[in-house]
């Protein structure tokens, strides 16, 4: 049930930068569809960067009988559904923007709670496989999604709706199911609003920071790569049917990605080394993006996206128990994971794809080398960890 919540969750956040916001801006001006697209993403990675950290510190300092965690994702469910079922049933793109900002805040509700709750109540030993139960859904949203936005329902204004209730339905088994320990003692917060929302001191955490260094960096180049996949096989590929190409390297795409996560999840809680599996991940994910920019073809990109499968899903299913090793105090785990979960959507993608196809005259190959080279920072972050092996 855990997992079906992060279904519904990744449903709300990865169909909107893989594929609905590209369709959403071709239909709103089809001559501007790459500067809406961008701006569309960038509004809500904006806003949910700048909710995350505050969503995170009202969470660590909620007391209810209830659940501090679980009241905080139901709400968080709840703004972003209603929110999100609204954006495709308007034609304006002010509306639009301001719709993307209370989805965002409504995400971000959702996603401090539930990563804390993998801190709270998950042994060390175990969260390996917790965070497969973070992972995995992602890549199960995005098929599946994917499938139904570009194969079954051909509106987008139903597209939008549909994804909102199917959104809040998966959510309700385990937050109104399972039940909440209460917080120990020792965890409540001390101090006042600027000492709990200040970040910890870099001095005093240096994994923590490049650890939240290797989740920007390398979700950022991931992002690159796959944002713009519905233009590159149109235009760079020439596919007759662009949404079902794009379909077909996305299915690819997820099916090495989800046995890639369980199976490195698996070897994660075996073996506790956390930072060669990352390092395996950003590998594939840097062949993957280097193969298209050296040869942009139907046949690689079949290749690409299954590299990119096996990388991003080696990452997914460690980096977040990683994470989790560096947090600096157990009394402001939301916060902190928010933090991090906040920098993880700074708009570094829309920024840098907008960037290179507008500079190169949307040159693709440009596009996956820049995907590479910022993975590649991701990787050398990761070996500079030193608390976790």
């Known amino acids: 049930m855990f997992a079906l919540a992060w279904l519904g969750f990744w449903l709300l956040v990865m169909l909107p930068s893989q594929v609905m916001l590209a369709q959403l801006a071709r239909d709103l001006d089809p001559g501007r569809k790459v500067r809406l697209a961008s701006t569309f993403q960038g509004v809500m990675l904006v806003a949910i960067v700048l909710a995350v950290p505050l969503a995170g510190f009202l969470c660590d300092r909620t007391r209810l009988a209830w659940g501090r965690r679980r009241a905080w994702a139901l709400g968080g469910f709840t703004l972003a559904a209603l929110a ?24 971000a509700g959702v996603l401090v709670a539930l990563s804390a709750m993998i801190a709270d109540q998950v042994p060390v030993n175990q969260r390996g496989r917790a965070s497969a ?18 194969e079954v329902i051909h509106d987008v204004s139903t597209a939008w709706w549909v994804i909102a209730v199917l959104a809040l339905a998966c959510c309700l088994p385990f937050l109104l199911g399972v039940g909440e320990p209460a917080p120990p003692a020792r965890t409540r917060p001390v101090g006042g609003l600027l000492h709990n929302l200040t970040p910890p001191r870099p001095r005093r955490a240096p994994d923590y920071y490049w650890a939240m260094s290797t989740r920007v960096l390398i979700n950022a180049g991931n992002l690159v790569g796959t944002a713009y996949l519905l233009y590159y096989v149109g235009d760079a590929l020439h596919r007759p049917d662009p949404e079902g190409a794009a379909l077909t390297l996305t299915l690819v795409y997820l099916v090495f990605c989800l046995v890639a996560t369980y199976a490195a999840g698996l070897i994660s809680d075996r073996r506790p ?66 933090l991090v979960n906040a920098a993880q959507n ?28 910022i993975v590649l920072l991701g990787a050398w972050s990761v070996t500079r960890i030193r608390s976790v092996s």
């Open 84 to 107: 999100f079922a609204l954006v495709g049933q308007s034609d304006s793109v002010p509306v639009v923007c301001g719709l993307l900002v209370l989805v965002a805040f409504g995400q």
């Open 133 to 150: 139960a973070f992972g995995a859904p992602q890549v199960v949203a995005l098929a599946g999604g994917m499938a139904l936005v570009t």
């Open 273 to 338: 080394r956390r930072k060669p599996l990352v390092l395996a991940g950003a590998a594939f994910q840097i062949a993957a993006a280097l193969s298209l920019a050296v040869s942009p073809t139907w046949e690689t990109a079949l290749l690409a996206a299954a590299l990119l499968g096996v990388g991003y899903g080696t990452f997914l299913s460690v980096d977040q128990v990683l994470t989790t090793e560096v947090l600096p105090d157990e009394r402001t785990r939301a916060r902190d994971l928010g």
């Open 346 to 373: 700074l708009p570094i993608a829309p920024m840098v794809g907008f960037a290179v196809l507008t500079l190169t005259n949307e040159n693709y190959r440009a596009l996956y080398a820049a995907s590479a080279l």
